[in-house]
Every structure is written in structure tokens, then in C-alpha cells.
């Protein structure tokens, strides 16, 4: 079955400051990738999709992130941080073969600090 | 714009009641979803629909049911409410296959039972 981990629970970082969030995924094929962020309050959005092809993602808001199949990753990156990105980031990976199940990780809460 | 139509935001319900909770998308989408956040836990799939009166059970199906009448709108129902299900509760859709397809989100049912 697929998983997703996300080691960090909370990550706070300065304003201007570059961010890094982790996300490591467990699957037997080449696997669906997504980052998806939530204000407070509202629904989830998309940041980026990872399917095929250039592993470095780049997704809305100025974030990218990296597919690295060694290591079972796809970590989040921006290079400096706005007050406004505060939020919780949520990892998922989507079954491949057009399967239905999209399942997400436990999310990473981040802090800005002005 | 993508929109997915959650009616009640915040519902405060007693135990034992039958709640309703009601989903609608304006995309056509073949794929509905109903997605329970704690936190700590991330999001857990608990049904997912794929075409009218077609439906799935996810990973957390227990003390629910859903209905889909029409494409459009999904309803997740809890036949008699228990305290451990006040979370937070999200619809989604997307085309299919879900595996490559950005899932859409709506805003959240914010549910307590007391």
C-alpha cells in the first residue's frame, strides 16, 4: 500500500529565510506526486504535480520541489519565505495506472516569523 | 474557476442525531471525495464515489454512509452521531483517473457533536 511521511510536524522560519519541507513516500512504481497547501479555515489547493519527466517541479507561489527516487522523496523548496505562506502543507501521492486513491501525509504546519 | 460546494461550514450536532453533510461540484467531475482531517492524522479518505450511485469505501468508512443521486453532488451521512467524529470534513472532486488529476477542494464542514 502506498504512504506518505512527512518527519516534521511544525517548521518555523524567518521571513526572507529560505524553506525546505520534507515528504518521503512509500510505493512500488514510479508514483503520482503532489504538494497541496491550506490556509486556515479553507480547503486544500494545489502547489505542484509531479508525474513524469523533469525531476524539479515547479508549482504556483514561487515554490518547486524535487522528485528523487534514491532517496524516496519530493521535498518542497521556496527560496525566501513570505509572511503570507503560514500555513499547513500537505504531501500525497496518487496511485499510477489510473487508480482512484490519492493519500496524504500527516501535513507540516508552518510558522512565519517577521 | 473549479468550484466545490460544501453548504454547511459549521454544525454543531447531539449525539445520536443523522447528520447530513452535503457536496457540490460545478465541474462535471466523474470522481467525489469525502476526506475526514484530524489533527495529527492528516486527511483520511472515508468514501470515494466515481460515477452516480457508484461508490467505494476508503480507509475510514466505519459510521458512515454517502448517497450520489446525481453527478454534482455528493452527501456523506452519519446515521447516528458520536462525539468521535467531530473533525473537520472535506469534499473533493477531479476527472478521472484520480492518480494524475488535480483534486479540487471545497472549504470544510466543521462538525461537533456533543
Known amino acids: 500500500a502506498q504512504s506518505v511521511t512527512q518527519p516534521d510536524i511544525h517548521i518555523t522560519v524567518s521571513e526572507g529565510a529560505s524553506l525546505e519541507l520534507r515528504c518521503n513516500y512509500s510505493?512500488?512504481?514510479?508514483?503520482?506526486l503532489f504538494w497541496y497547501v491550506q490556509s486556515p479555515g479553507q480547503g486544500l489547493q494545489l502547489l505542484l504535480k509531479?508525474?513524469?519527466?523533469?525531476?524539479l517541479v515547479q508549482g504556483i507561489k514561487g515554490f518547486e520541489a524535487e522528485f528523487k527516487r534514491s532517496q524516496s522523496s519530493f521535498n518542497l523548496r521556496k527560496p525566501s519565505v513570505h509572511w503570507s505562506d503560514a500555513a499547513e502543507y500537505f504531501c500525497?501521492?496518487?496511485?499510477?495506472?489510473?487508480?482512484?486513491?490519492?493519500?496524504f501525509g500527516t501535513g507540516t504546519q508552518l510558522k512565519v516569523e517577521l | 474557476d473549479v468550484k466545490v460546494t460544501q453548504s454547511s461550514r459549521y454544525l454543531v450536532k447531539r449525539t445520536g442525531e443523522k447528520v447530513f453533510l452535503e457536496c457540490v461540484q460545478d465541474?462535471?467531475?466523474?470522481?467525489m471525495f469525502w476526506y475526514r482531517q484530524d489533527p495529527g492524522l492528516g486527511l483520511r479518505l472515508i468514501y470515494f464515489?466515481?460515477?452516480?450511485?457508484?461508490?467505494e469505501k476508503g480507509d475510514i468508512p466505519e459510521g458512515y454512509s454517502v448517497s450520489r443521486e446525481k453527478k454534482e453532488r455528493f452527501s456523506l451521512i452519519l446515521e447516528s452521531a458520536s462525539t468521535n467524529q467531530t473533525s473537520m470534513y472535506l469534499c473533493?472532486?477531479?476527472?478521472?483517473?484520480?492518480?494524475?488529476?488535480?483534486?479540487?477542494f471545497g472549504e470544510g464542514s466543521w462538525l461537533t457533536v456533543v
Open positions: 473533493a472532486s477531479t476527472t478521472a483517473p484520480t492518480g494524475r488529476n488535480t483534486i479540487y
Open positions: 510505493y512500488g512504481a514510479t508514483p503520482y
Open positions: 509531479y508525474f513524469s519527466g523533469d525531476t
Open positions: 500525497a501521492v496518487g496511485e499510477a495506472g489510473g487508480g482512484n486513491k490519492l493519500t
Open positions: 465541474m462535471d467531475h466523474e470522481n
Open positions: 464515489s466515481y460515477d452516480v450511485k457508484m461508490k
